[in-house]
């Protein structure tokens, strides 16, 4: 099925994909692992616990989705975007 518009995308596209996917898991990963951290630290002075591997884990999920959605955005628009 081909879409109006659209252009296959060429290797340098694809290299901003990559990019792209980069830097979104690893600012998605940080903000969730300073959320996640807050949040521990929160619980430790309320005389919990601090847990690393749950802001660990958090901070994976939060990287992966926020680097999926943005290189799925990059990728639709390197599809409508003419290569060079």
Wanted: glycine letters at 14%; charged letters at 5%; aromatic letters at 8%.
């Amino acid at each position: 099925m081909e879409i109006p518009g659209a252009s296959p995308i060429t290797p340098k596209q694809w290299q901003k994909v990559l990019k792209a996917l980069c830097y979104s898991f690893g600012s998605g990963f940080a903000a969730g692992f300073s959320l996640a951290v807050t949040g521990a630290l929160s619980g430790l002075v309320n005389g919990g616990s601090l847990s690393v591997n749950t802001a660990l884990i958090v901070a994976l999920v939060a990287g992966g989705l926020v680097g999926a959605f943005n290189s799925i955005a990059v990728t639709i628009k390197q599809l409508f975007t003419p290569g060079e």
